[in-house]
């Protein structure tokens, strides 16, 4: 995601955050924050063509093979290199630090914390489990609307921004109000399956990755090739899939660090 689509998912994980993650948040966030973690998700996008923070920017992805629709652990994030196996990383390093060790290697737990929360935003990203050969829509280029662009970008921005302007007067904390608001309504049932995972896991990015490689099949690439003018009827049939996973990605954010936090109590 671009920097609204970073700044909802973790403004909404901050509304489901209980009060060992609040407190612990609160320590960890740098003074530029104002106590407030939206404020800083996008960080790792800013730092990631840095020469000292390269490294980090293939973790921002898991591409999979051309046209399988599908998503391995094995295949698709080698040795752990990849959006999926920095979210368990992260986890384990929010996690191994309690008040009272005193652990030989120092994380940084502040760039954990951020890292962590850009992460479980961009694994969300129908397109950041797209295929390996067009790097996830970044090579496949389209107009959306009248404006050169590619399909990634697409995902990333273009669908969020016409959003704002069709229909939230540009403005991006009314479009978080009504993801909240349809957290408490039509997708008020599916809310705690989002937040749980499996027997006694603390992350549990795998499935993410699974559904996101599924959206962008059935939604993301069909009827977007390159060349292709991308309209009214895609952005209409495609921004309920970009709201409901901004959601997922916000109450997944909260459920992650609640657990982590609540562990270290
Ligand atoms: N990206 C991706 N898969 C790739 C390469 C990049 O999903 N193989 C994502 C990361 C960024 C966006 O595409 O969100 C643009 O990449 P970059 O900033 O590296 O140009
Ligand atoms: N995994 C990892 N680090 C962890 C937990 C899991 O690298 N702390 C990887 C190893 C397995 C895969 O995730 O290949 C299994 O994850 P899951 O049990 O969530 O499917
Ligand atoms: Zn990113």
Redesign the pocket.
């Known amino acids: 995601w671009g920097d609204a689509g970073h700044y909802a998912v973790c403004k909404i994980a901050q509304s489901y955050f209980e009060e060992d993650t609040v407190v612990a948040v609160k320590k960890l966030l740098p003074e530029s924050a104002n106590g407030e973690l939206a404020a800083v998700c996008s960080w790792p996008d800013e730092i990631k063509k840095l020469p000292q923070w390269r490294w980090t920017s293939a973790l921002h992805f898991a591409d999979t093979p051309d046209y399988k629709c599908n998503y391995e652990?094995?295949r698709d994030c080698p040795k752990?290199w990849c959006v999926?196996?920095a979210i368990?990383?992260y986890?384990?390093q929010l996690m191994s630090t309690s008040e009272n060790s005193q652990s030989i290697v120092h994380y940084n737990l502040t760039e954990a914390l951020m890292f962590l929360s850009h992460y479980m935003g961009d694994i969300h990203q129908p397109l950041h489990e797209g295929f390996i050969g067009d790097l996830g829509g970044n090579k496949i280029k389209v107009h959306w609307y009248n404006q050169e662009t590619n399909l990634h970008r697409v995902w990333d921005d273009m669908i969020i921004e016409s959003a704002l302007e069709t229909y939230y007067n540009s403005s991006l904390p009314r479009m978080i109000h009504e993801l909240q608001a349809k957290l408490k309504n039509g997708w008020s049932n599916d809310v705690p399956s989002w937040e749980s995972c499996?027997l006694n896991?603390t992350?549990?990015?795998?499935p993410y990755a699974s559904e996101s490689i599924d959206l962008a099949c059935k939604y993301a690439y069909r009827n977007a090739t390159a060349g292709t003018t991308l309209g009214d009827y895609y952005f209409v049939s495609r921004l309920p899939v970009v709201e409901k996973r901004l959601a997922q990605g916000g109450i997944r954010l909260a459920g992650t660090l609640n657990r982590i936090f609540s562990a270290k109590r």
Do not use: E, K
């Open positions: 652990y094995s752990d999926t196996g368990f990383n986890t384990n499996q896991q992350a549990c990015p795998n």
